[in-house]
T-cell receptor, first 116, second 119 residues
Framework: NAGVMQNPRHLVRRRGQEARLRCSPM?????VYWYRQLPEEGLKFMVY????????ESGMPKERFSAEFPKEGPSILRIQQVVRGDSAAYFC??????????????FGPGTRLTVT | AQKITQTQPGMFVQEKEAVTLDCTYD???????LFWYKQPSSGEMIFLIY??????QNATEGRYSLNFQKARKSANLVISASQLGDSAMYFC????????????????FGKGTLLTVNP
């Protein structure tokens, strides 16, 4: 049973380019969360998605950032016109559609984005 | 105000000794969950232990135990018999609400404690 998969693990982009980060949730999981970890900080919530729906994007910067979770395929976090301040580790987590109240989010290995 | 406070940026412990990592939290919810994650230098987030606000007993998972003091709003992680492989960043996190959907899903993380285990 594969865990949450993220790719690429490392991504280097020049300022102004676009970054696309992919997340495949665990099998049977229909909820996806994206978190960002700036250097020497804890993780901060960005967005929560279910299949074809954005449930909560209150943690997403208003500009340049978008996320989707299509009916087929992985969830995508897209950052347009990247700037140096976007350099961070981006973690994806997934959870099942049940109402478990315990450790319901399983994290992927993260994508480390470096903007040069 | 910070919701999760980890006051120890770094901690050192001798191999085979026990160590306590501090975490205090702030919430007005009656139902919430507290988590500890380990992040080794390789970067992945490893779930260690969970404590629900209504759990009467402190959670334990192997060498990890959570010292839950609800009145003081603290959820300290105790690692017994430290091993060299325990050297890592440790994050305390909280989910407010019962976790059954709606808005009760966000995890709020502290800034972490870097634990170094000395041989």
């Amino acid at each position: 049973n594969a865990g949450v998969m993220q790719n690429p693990r490392h991504l280097v982009r020049r300022r102004g380019q676009e970054a696309r980060l992919r997340c495949s949730p665990m099998k049977g999981h229909s909820h996806v969360y994206w978190y960002r970890q700036l250097p020497e900080e804890g993780l901060k919530f960005m967005v929560y998605l279910q299949k074809e729906n954005i449930i909560d994007e209150s943690g997403m910067p208003k500009e340049r950032f978008s996320a989707e979770f299509p009916k087929e395929g992985p969830s995508i976090l897209r950052i347009q016109q990247v700037v140096r301040g976007d350099s961070a580790a981006y973690f994806c987590a997934s959870s099942p559609p049940s109402t478990r109240s315990s450790y319901e989010q399983y994290f992927g290995p993260g994508t480390r984005l470096t903007v040069t | 105000a910070q919701k999760i406070t980890q006051t120890q940026p770094g901690m050192f412990v001798q191999e085979k000794e026990a160590v306590t990592l501090d975490c205090t939290y702030d919430t007005s919810d009656q139902s919430y969950g507290l988590f500890w994650y380990k992040q080794p230098s390789s970067g992945e987030m490893i779930f260690l232990i969970y404590q629900g606000s209504y759990d009467e007993q402190n959670a334990t998972e192997g060498r990890y135990s959570l010292n839950f003091q609800k009145a003081r709003k603290s959820a300290n992680l105790v690692i017994s018999a430290s091993q060299l492989g325990d050297s890592a960043m440790y994050f305390c996190a909280m989910r407010e609400g019962p976790g059954s959907g709606g808005s009760n899903y966000k995890l709020t993380f502290g800034k972490g404690t870097l634990l170094t285990v000395n041989p």
